[in-house]
Each structure stands twice: as C-alpha cells, then as structure tokens.
C-alpha cells in the first residue's frame, strides 16, 4: 500500500481557511463528520452530539466552495482534536510515572519521615538519577502506550513519596538561623493579651495523647449500675481473669455485696493510680494544671450504692497529691451539671450535698500542701431558675448554710450560658464569700443586654469585683476559658466548644487558666507555639501511625524455605546439613521502661495537628483496588 503524502502545514492553513462562510456558522460539532469512506462519523465522547441534517445543509449553503471544504474542515478538527487529547494524556502518563524528586537530606526534615522511606531515601534518590531508557524506533504505537502506562499502585507509591519528599535541603547555616530564630523572646508583648504569659494553663480531665497509648492511661474508668450488681456473682472460673466472653459472671452462684463492691472499688484504684503517670506527663511538656475527672470513682455519691474512699483509697490518693506537690501542679474538680443547691425538689438538694461531700473528701484525700489544698476547688453552676430566679438564689442561700466548712472553703460558683450570667452570680458570691469563676465563652453566649454589650471588652469593668472574691480566702483566681465553633449559629449551637482554641482572652498575665476545648492538651500545645509560651519547645509532632514510646510484642521467628526431597545417598552426604535450624530468631527491641511507656519517646514526640487523633494508633489495613481488566485498558488508551 503506498502511503499517503503529507500536506505542508502552510497547506492545510489555506485549506482549513478556505471556507469563509465558516467563520460566522453557529455551532459547528467538532465530532461529526464523514470518514474518508464516506461514511458517517460520530465521536464516542459524551459532550459531543451529531449534526442534524438540517443543520448540515444550511452550513453547507452558506459555504462558497460546497460540500466539500466543510467536510475537510470538520475532519481536520477532530484530527487536531484527537492529537492533541492523546499528547497531554501521553505527558501526564510520563510525568506520574518518573521518579524524579527532591529528596532532602538535612535532619530536620528527615525527622518527620516516616521509617520505611528513610531506610530506602538512598536507594531511592540513586534509581531517580538513572537515566532513561531509550526510546526504541521499531515500537508500534501501542506498545509504546502501554510502555508509558504506569500501574496504578505504582502511581500511588510515586504520589505518597512525593509528598514526603516536599521539604528543601538545608545548609548549616539555614539550621543555625532557624536555632536562633527558635530562641527568640514571645512574638507579641501586649496590653490587652496576657503576654508575655507568666500563668498556668490547664485542660479538663483527659489526655487525649496517653487515653490511647498502650496500656491506656485515663482516669474516668466507669461502670453501670447492672454491672455492680452482676460483678456480685463469682466468676466462672476464677483462678483466671475476667473475660468479656470466656469468663464472666456465673449468676447461677449466690451473690455477694462485698465482691460487688470490691470491683468497682478496683475501677476506682486503677483510676487514682494513672493519675500520677498523668501529672509527670504534664510536668514534661510544661502544663501545670489539670482538672480530675468526677467519674474517677464510679457511684460513689450514690443514694444506694455510693462508699466512702477513706476505707481503700487513702495510700493511692496520698501517693498522687504528693507528686502534685512536689511538681507545683494545681488540681480541681467539676461537679456535673445536676448538682443544683438551688433546686425545688429536696431528693435533688440531698444529692448534691452527697455529691459535693464525695468531691470534698477526693481532694482531701490527696493531702496536699497547705497553698495548693486551697486552690483545689470545686466549681458549681447555679443549675436551673425553675420560673424565678430570686426564689432560687434564697433556696442557695438555705442549703448553703449547713454545708461543712471543708466543703464551704471549695465552692465556687460559675456563670452558665443558659440561665445565669456574671452580674446575676456577683452580687450573691460576694454576700456569701463564695469565689466566683468567669467563663469567657459562656459570658459570650449569655449576658445581660441592659448592662453591658456583647464581648469581653465590657466584662472587663468587673475583673476587680471578681478578684476580690477570691483574695478574700485567699485562693489563686482561675478563669475558664474556650470558643464557639465557626459553624455555629444559634445559642444552642455556640455553646459546643471548639476543638482547639485560636487565642488568649484578656485576663491577667500569672492567671491561672482552664482551656476547655475538645482537644485537651493539643489546645494548650496550640497555645503554646501560637504565642511562644513556656514549654513551647518541649515537644514535637508525632509521625504518623508510629510511636516509639511503647513496647511492641517480640516479633515472629523468621523460618527458612523448605528444601527439596533428596535421594538417599545424598541424604548422607549432607548429613551435617539437617543440624542446621529450621527458624532464624529475631532480636527484640529493647524494652522501655514501664515509667518511658506513653511519654513520647526520646524525641517527645506528642502533638497532632487538627483532625489527625488517629496518627496515635496503629494504621489500618488499606485494600489495595484490583488492577482493571485488559480489555478496560485498551478501551482507555
């Protein structure tokens, strides 16, 4: 077959503007048009529709030279169309599938790779510089397309160390200018923001960090009642633990009050013994002010299973409240949100003075140094107005009075964001002698319109009156302190807290300050290195899906390949051989001390950014998609 001659390129512009008539037809479909056949020719793409005859007929009238120059333009439309859609599909193809990357070398950046990738970076970096095969002339076009195909996990593969790969080199003297840097004082010296800071800040009851290290580390271990009650029966074996499913309770045996209690006791102990590991994490990374969990002794407030602690727990509590003495560590409780002195229901009123009873001799129990058990309070809402807010105030003002003095000398009354604001809870915290705790983000949500506008600038005017409340026991002030989600819209909306804060609220410089955001010790980190405050520099960001900070089980012994059956005289030959072992031990990793377990590691490696909590567990198995059929192939291409 004698191949066709190729028109100039000169050429085919005279002929493709040879129709004129072209220029002003509307809607001309690049995708219709007749073979060299003669036959029709419709695109398979899906944004291209054919030409109705009619459509046909009116743009060849309205062209000079006939049928034929619009055939020959359509055609060489849908040419240029084609050639130039299988050129970018052909560029993007080479691109994804070469291995030409940055890949950097200076310590820093190597730090937050991943292991795998640093133990193969030079492997790596040295087959990006191999040079390219050479492109081979007697390939056909379709083998050169599949040629230039790259599978999909090696896209994937390509992508994944792409990203890793993002960070420049450094020089020594880039690494000596960020270490300066880094040694600056505060980036902001305010009069309106408490800085710099000289306070402490502080998070509610958990950390998120150690909530999920091997073995977890919390203290809100609870329970329900039914499980109190089931715990009462002898377990089905009991020379072994307890098991979810292979050793539970056998309700068959007589129960017993005392086991029942004993259990949920040893919730209570495993709760007060973390506390420790708790307050040396903090003293680690520079925070210096956590609050207790109530939950920390399931039921113990309890109209009929409740206990006192001073029978079991005095040794473990007095063990965690001298380490918080000797680390200057500042703890407080939170009692929940139906402990109401100043309800109308009396069964409601006797709760809460068990309840405060319970939080009074949790604290009391800790023993700690004379200046610190006075800072240890417990804040309260006033609860509910039940239709009257002077009515409730005098029911407070009754039940008040017969409180114990331990319990009177930790009260403290917050403002809520529903019912009561600061100028409601002001007024009787100084009749009283009753601390009074401001919380910004409640404040922000409910306020009194007639006295003063919404925000903190106007709340300012009363910071003297609400030091002056806790001057006068001569407790250290605290402030709570959290933000509204940005979604948020109505009232009931604003009141979830922010997952981590953005700001510091204007209060005094050595406040002692509550962030009550989602996060927990991730805000006060966020603080931390938005503001440089102390401690700001004692941690770094956590690898993701990694942590050295835990002991990993003894991996599995290695075996060697089978070899192959032998006769019989060479079995006898190689009899020195079948001494060999079959297995090839593996060395463990050192083990870390139970103390090291959960602290972060040689390098402290503790934060996450927003949203990525799941960096602290092991990686799930991700299924790798199958590879598409042949046939789906050739149809791409």
Same mark, same amino acid.
């Given at each position: /077959?004698?191949?066709?001659?190729?028109?100039?390129?000169?050429?085919?512009? !005279?002929?493709?503007?040879?129709?004129?008539?072209?220029?002003?037809?509307?809607?001309?479909?690049?995708?219709?048009?007749?073979?060299? @056949?003669?036959?029709?020719?419709?695109?398979?793409? /899906?944004?291209?529709?054919?030409?109705?005859?009619?459509?046909?007929?009116?743009?060849?009238?309205?062209?000079?030279? %006939?049928?034929?120059?619009?055939?020959?333009?359509?055609?060489?439309?849908?040419?240029?169309?084609?050639?130039?859609? $299988?050129?970018?599909?052909? !560029?993007?193809?080479?691109?994804?599938?070469?291995?030409?990357?940055?890949?950097?070398?200076?310590?820093?950046?190597?730090?937050?790779?991943?292991?795998? &990738?640093?133990?193969?970076?030079?492997?790596?970096?040295?087959?990006?510089?191999?040079?390219?095969?050479? #492109?081979?002339?007697?390939?056909? $076009?379709?083998?050169?397309?599949?040629?230039?195909?790259?599978?999909?996990?090696?896209?994937?593969?390509?992508?994944?160390?792409?990203?890793?790969?993002?960070?420049?080199?450094?020089?020594?003297?880039?690494?000596?200018?960020?270490?300066?840097?880094?040694?600056?004082?505060?980036?902001?010296? @305010?009069?309106?923001?408490?800085?710099?800071?000289?306070?402490?800040? %502080?998070?509610?009851?958990?950390?998120?960090?150690?909530?999920?290290?091997?073995?977890?580390?919390? @203290?809100? *271990?609870?329970? #329900?009642?039914?499980?109190?009650?089931?715990?009462?029966?002898?377990? !089905?074996?009991?020379?072994?633990?307890?098991? @979810?499913?292979?050793?539970?309770?056998?309700?068959?045996?007589?129960?017993?009050?005392?086991?029942?209690?004993?259990?949920?006791?040893?919730?209570?102990?495993?709760?007060?013994?973390?506390?420790?590991?708790?307050?040396?994490?903090?003293?680690?990374?520079?925070?210096?002010?956590?609050?207790?969990?109530?939950?920390?002794?399931?039921?113990?407030?309890?109209?009929?299973?409740?206990?006192?602690?001073?029978? &079991?727990?005095?040794?473990?509590?007095?063990?965690?409240?001298?380490?918080?003495?000797?680390?200057?560590?500042?703890?407080?409780?939170?009692?929940?949100?139906?402990?109401?002195?100043?309800?109308?229901?009396?069964?409601?009123?006797?709760?809460?003075?068990?309840?405060?009873?319970?939080?009074?001799? =949790?604290?009391?129990?800790?023993?700690?140094?004379?200046?610190?058990?006075?800072?240890?309070? /417990?804040?309260?809402?006033?609860?509910?107005?039940?239709?009257?807010?002077?009515?409730?105030?005098?029911?407070?003002?009754?039940?008040?009075?017969? =409180?114990?003095?331990?319990?009177?000398?930790?009260?403290? =009354?917050?403002?809520?964001?529903?019912?009561?604001?600061?100028?409601?809870?002001?007024?009787?915290?100084?009749?009283?002698?009753?601390?009074?705790?401001?919380? &910004?983000?409640?404040?922000?949500?409910?306020?009194?319109?007639?006295?003063? *506008?919404? %925000?903190?600038?106007?709340?300012?005017?009363?910071?003297?009156?609400?030091?002056?409340?806790?001057?006068?026991?001569?407790?250290?002030?605290?402030?709570?302190?959290?933000?509204?989600?940005?979604?948020?819209?109505?009232?009931?909306?604003?009141?979830?807290?922010?997952?981590?804060?953005?700001?510091?609220?204007?209060?005094?410089?050595?406040?002692?300050?509550?962030?009550?955001?989602?996060?927990?010790?991730?805000?006060?980190?966020?603080?931390?290195?938005?503001?440089?405050?102390?401690?700001?520099?004692?941690?770094?960001?956590?690898?993701?899906?990694?942590?050295?900070?835990?002991?990993?089980?003894?991996?599995?012994?290695?075996?060697?390949?089978?070899?192959?059956?032998?006769?019989?005289?060479?079995?006898?030959?190689?009899?020195?051989?079948?001494?060999?072992?079959?297995?090839?031990?593996?060395?463990?990793?050192?083990?870390?001390?139970?103390?090291?377990?959960?602290?972060?590691?040689?390098?402290?490696?503790?934060?996450?950014?927003?949203?990525?909590?799941?960096?602290?567990?092991?990686?799930?198995?991700?299924?790798?998609?199958?590879?598409?059929?042949?046939?789906?192939?050739?149809?791409?291409?």
């Amino acid at each position: /077959m004698v191949p066709k001659r190729k028109k100039s390129s000169m050429a085919l512009l !005279q002929q493709d503007l040879a129709p004129r008539g072209l220029r002003n037809a509307p809607d001309i479909d690049a995708g219709y048009g007749p073979r060299r @056949s003669g036959r029709n020719r419709r695109s398979t793409d /899906m944004g291209s529709f054919p030409m109705s005859q009619e459509k046909e007929n009116s743009l060849v009238a309205a062209s000079p030279h %006939g049928r034929h120059s619009v055939e020959t333009a359509i055609n060489r439309l849908q040419e240029m169309e084609d050639t130039l859609q $299988k050129g970018v599909k052909r !560029q993007k193809i080479a691109v994804q599938s070469s291995k030409v990357m940055d890949v950097g070398t200076n310590a820093e950046s190597q730090a937050f790779l991943p292991e795998e &990738f640093k133990k193969n970076k030079e492997d790596f970096a040295a087959d990006s510089r191999q040079p390219r095969k050479p #492109r081979i002339q007697g390939k056909t $076009k379709k083998k050169e397309e599949a040629d230039n195909s790259a599978p999909l996990e090696e896209e994937n593969e390509v992508e994944q160390d792409a990203d890793c790969c993002e960070k420049e080199d450094a020089s020594p003297d880039d690494i000596t200018s960020l270490k300066e840097e880094g040694g600056r004082p505060p980036p902001v010296n @305010s009069d309106y923001l408490p800085l710099p800071w000289k306070g402490r800040l %502080g998070y509610a009851c958990l950390n998120t960090y150690l909530r999920v290290s091997n073995p977890p580390v919390f @203290s809100s *271990r609870t329970c #329900r009642i039914a499980s109190i009650i089931e715990h009462r029966h002898p377990l !089905q074996d009991p020379s072994r633990p307890e098991h @979810s499913t292979k050793n539970r309770p056998d309700k068959e045996q007589p129960p017993d009050l005392v086991r029942g209690q004993q259990w949920v006791e040893s919730l209570g102990l495993a709760n007060a013994r973390d506390i420790v590991k708790m307050l040396r994490w903090n003293d680690k990374y520079g925070i210096k002010f956590m609050r207790l969990s109530s939950e920390m002794f399931p039921f113990a407030s309890h109209e009929e299973y409740g206990y006192k602690l001073a029978p &079991f727990a005095s040794d473990v509590l007095a063990e965690a409240g001298k380490v918080a003495g000797e680390l200057g560590h500042r703890l407080t409780t939170h009692p929940g949100q139906f402990t109401q002195l100043g309800s109308p229901r009396k069964e409601v009123v006797r709760n809460a003075v068990r309840d405060l009873e319970y939080h009074d001799e =949790l604290l009391s129990l800790l023993r700690l140094p004379e200046q610190q058990n006075k800072d240890a309070v /417990m804040i309260l809402h006033m609860g509910g107005t039940f239709g009257d807010k002077e009515a409730t105030l005098q029911r407070f003002r009754e039940n008040y009075a017969p =409180l114990s003095e331990s319990v009177k000398a930790r009260l403290v =009354l917050e403002n809520d964001d529903v019912c009561w604001s600061v100028h409601d809870l002001l007024p009787i915290c100084e009749e009283l002698n009753i601390p009074m705790v401001l919380d &910004f983000h409640h404040h922000n949500i409910y306020f009194d319109k007639d006295k003063i *506008r919404e %925000g903190t600038k106007d709340i300012m005017g009363l910071y003297p009156r609400i030091k002056a409340t806790w001057d006068r026991k001569g407790i250290t002030q605290k402030m709570h302190y959290s933000e509204q989600c940005s979604e948020a819209i109505t009232p009931r909306q604003r009141r979830k807290h922010r997952p981590r804060v953005m700001t510091l609220p204007p209060c005094a410089d050595t406040m002692d300050l509550m962030i009550e955001a989602k996060d927990k010790e991730q805000a006060v980190f966020d603080l931390m290195r938005n503001f440089r405050l102390p401690g700001w520099d004692s941690f770094n960001d956590v690898i993701p899906y990694e942590r050295d900070d835990e002991n990993k089980p003894p991996p599995k012994p290695k075996a060697t390949p089978k070899k192959k059956r032998k006769g019989k005289k060479e079995a006898e030959e190689d009899d020195e051989d079948a001494d060999m072992p079959d297995v090839v031990e593996v060395k463990p990793p050192a083990e870390i001390p139970p103390e090291e377990v959960g602290m972060g590691g040689p390098n402290r490696r503790v934060y996450w950014p927003v949203g990525m909590e799941e960096w602290l567990r092991p990686k799930k198995r991700e299924v790798k998609p199958k590879k598409p059929a042949k046939k789906d192939e050739e149809d791409e291409s």
